[in-house]
């Protein structure tokens, strides 16, 4: 049950970092645009995006070490 709740949180891990890796090309993109509001509001938006991305991989990573432990995989 544990290796499978591990498997599952890894799966998911990588589909943050995919998301994570596209809000990055977004914002990179944006940034070579002229600046104005629509592109303060887009950058906003990638941050946004960006520092959620990174709290559900901290959780991720948390529930699987703990998963890894409690199971002693």
């Known amino acids: 049950m544990a290796k499978e709740l591990v498997h599952e949180i890894n799966e998911t891990a990588d ?5 994570t ?7 990179y993109i944006v940034q070579g645009m002229s600046q104005d ?4 509001a887009l950058t ?3 941050n ?3 520092q959620r991305l990174a ?11 703990y998963e890894r432990k409690r199971e002693g995989c």
């Not at 589909?15 to 998301?19: F, K, L, M, Y």
């Not at 890796?21 to 977004?26: D, F, G, I, L």
């Open 55 to 65: 709290g559900g991989a901290e959780i991720l990573e948390g529930l699987a070490a």
């Open 37 to 40: 509001t629509e592109t303060e």
């Open 48 to 50: 946004q995006a960006l």
């Open 21 to 27: 890796a596209m809000v990055w090309a977004v914002f």
């Open 15 to 19: 589909a943050i970092a995919d998301a």
């Open 44 to 46: 906003a938006c990638c």
